[in-house]
């Protein structure tokens, strides 16, 4: 959660994608890897509350592999 | 120069990343889609054998690479310039890996259906 006077990249990403009915997919076990957890895997790991915000879905490599298979082009973003 | 990858995997990076690049891939080999694997510049220290990385927790990659072969990835290049910057030898490398030349990389990328860089 980013300082109130500081630009809320989360909330911007989440305003995009329901502007845009943008599928949008959080692989499960890099958001594990920083404490992002949505609420089915809260539970899963017998946490008391999640923290991914609403709009974002998790899912797994299969998932990535479904979208290389069907999507017309991949547009990575490298730090 | 193969023309009928549905993925290109170029792994640039060692440790964390090196590993999920190397996770993806083999998915990517589960899911039958042709796949070849790119190591350039210090991922090509995956190469390395008998790697210790219980002092420093890293996963230690050998067993992902030894797995390629067997998911159906057996195209796995690594740069020339690379192997020679960081001292791997390519003949003592644990897998079969073909050497890239300057240049080559484009024509992957462009006979690629996806390219995805780690």
Redesign the interface.
Known sequence: MPPQDEFHLPRAWQNLIERHSIDAVVCV??ALKRGIVDQAEAQRHVLTGSNMLPGFTVGG??L??DA??N?D??V?F?P | MNTTLALLMICRRSGYTASACLETTLTAGVYEQHTALVLLDEAVTLLVTDQQTNEVQPKNVAQQLAALDLYGIDIVYADAGALACYGVGADSVPIAVKQLQPGELACLVADARHTVVF
């Open positions: 076990a890099s490599l299969g990535l592999m290389f298979a999507a082009r991949v990575h490298a």
